[in-house]
């Protein structure tokens, strides 16, 4: 409603008719002062004029507790590598380190490569296998130790069955279990006819790892 209109005066016919009269700014003032003062329950802290001058008022706030069944509802974390290392997680015992326990596992590994690799045909492209070698996981696969810093193990072939940050296990067709580092350490993996060589030194990481690693292609299956 437009102020102007509340307050115009009360024209004369209306004010015999209503038996009312326009009042001053002063007098209309001093009875909404009475009206509100009288009405409005007195506050004990704070004057009418203060109270009225306020816009908000902040009450009191304290902050929600945490939901306790959240927390125990998380899982468990899983054991670190002294844990691991005392609870003898990782070795292989000596009753299962034979060649022809680990045979159908290398099976797997030759199909789960010739997908991988699409097929592994005559006409597939060394830089797209050398590609996919790259970051694919070598558990299972049969390899051989063609140059070391170390004469002794040059020659080693088996399969790899454990796979850690620096070094490879593998069981030998004599039921041996041999340790062998990756640095300074060459292998070659022959797979369909490929022989790709690997490099020791570029595959010290984690197979995890290594799979969300970025590696330069070159034009042989030198990895």
Same mark, same amino acid.
């Given at each position: ?95 299962? =380190? ?12 030759? =199909? ?112």
């Amino acid at each position: 409603m437009d102020e102007a209109l509340v307050r115009i005066r009360i024209p004369q016919d209306l004010v015999k008719l209503l038996g009312v009269e326009s009042q001053t700014s002063s007098k209309a003032e001093a009875f909404t002062q009475s009206f509100l003062k009288h009405s409005i329950q007195h506050h004990e802290r704070h004057d009418l004029k203060n109270m009225l001058s306020h816009k908000a008022v902040v009450l009191g706030y304290s902050r929600p507790k945490k939901d306790q069944s959240k927390r125990s509802s998380k899982k468990a974390k899983g054991l670190n590598a002294r844990q691991k290392r005392a609870m003898k997680i990782f070795q292989i015992k000596p009753q299962n =380190q034979r060649y022809e326990l680990f045979l159908p596992l290398h099976e797997l590994w030759r =199909q789960y490569i010739i997908d991988l690799c699409c097929g592994l045909k005559p006409t597939s492209s060394p830089q797209l296998v050398q590609q996919k070698l790259l970051k694919a996981d070598f558990h299972g696969a049969i390899i051989t130790v063609v140059r070391s810093k170390c004469p002794s193990y040059v020659g080693t072939t088996g399969i790899l069955v454990q796979e850690f940050k620096h070094v490879f296990k593998m069981i030998t067709k004599e039921n041996r279990l041999k340790v062998i580092p990756k640095r300074n350490s060459v292998f070659a993996v022959e797979i369909n006819g490929f022989i790709s060589h690997i490099y020791g030194s570029r595959f010290e990481q984690r197979a995890s790892e290594r799979s969300a690693k970025k590696f330069k292609v070159r034009g042989s299956l030198d990895l």
